[in-house]
């Protein structure tokens, strides 16, 4: 089946430097969404990339989908401690037929010090 | 709209006994999901359901069974809890269309002793 690696598990940073999270999927996707769950919370939808090498920015997050749409990152700059939490890239399967089906990566959990 | 609700928020079973966690949405939704997110794997597809009287499985159906005899309603029962099931459930929702974002609802934290 579809399976989705996302690196690195855990990322320590200081305020201020800059962060950077991998997905890479084992199959062709036809889409792939990034969710971001703060310590104790629920995962909350941030972002959807469609297109091949598809490029997206929210204020200090920038969102890549590669061009075999196999891959995908999400990079911050310069963080703040309100960056905090763990960083899920989810992926839906190019060939499948059952909308809505995501297969989430195993996350990376942000660390940010003050 | 409250979105996607889930009770119990914490839950204590012994080996054995059954249960069942709640997850309703009013957002007319057709899609709903489960999902166990355990640390260091993510989070993991139980089982879904493309509307009412449709569901299907997911990567890790087993000990688990849902039934969605309404839109707005996606039920999943423990039939016999096993420490293996200690985890958050989440319930998830999502819109007509395909790659629509999924509406997470708060979890529900069970430990199973």
């Known amino acids: ?114 | 709209n409250a979105g996607v609700t889930q009770t119990p928020k914490f839950q204590v079973l012994k080996t054995g006994q059954s249960m069942t966690l709640q997850c309703a949405q009013d957002m007319n939704h057709e899609y709903m999901s489960w999902y166990r997110q355990d640390p260091g794997m993510g989070l993991r597809l139980i089982h879904y359901s493309v509307g009412a009287g449709i569901t299907d499985q997911g990567e890790v159906p087993n000990g688990y069974n849902v039934s969605r005899s309404t839109t707005e309603d996606f039920p999943l029962r423990l039939l016999s809890a096993a420490p293996s099931q200690t985890s958050v459930y989440f319930c998830a929702s999502t819109p007509l269309g395909r790659g629509s974002e999924q509406y997470f609802g708060p979890g529900t934290r069970l430990t199973v002793t």
């Open chain 1, 1 to 114: 089946g579809q399976q989705v690696m996302q690196i690195p598990q855990y990322q320590h940073v200081q305020e201020g430097e800059d962060f950077t999270t991998y997905c890479n999927s084992s199959t062709t996707l036809s889409n792939i969404q990034w969710y971001k769950q703060r310590p104790g919370g629920h995962p909350v939808f941030l972002i959807q990339l469609v297109k091949s090498g598809e490029v997206k920015k929210q204020k200090r997050l920038t969102f890549q989908f590669g061009e075999a749409k196999k891959n995908s990152s999400l990079h911050i700059t310069a963080t703040q401690t309100t960056d905090v939490g763990t960083y899920f890239c989810a992926g839906a399967n190019a060939g499948g037929t059952s909308y809505g089906k995501l297969t989430f990566g195993q996350g990376t959990i942000l660390t940010v010090h003050p």
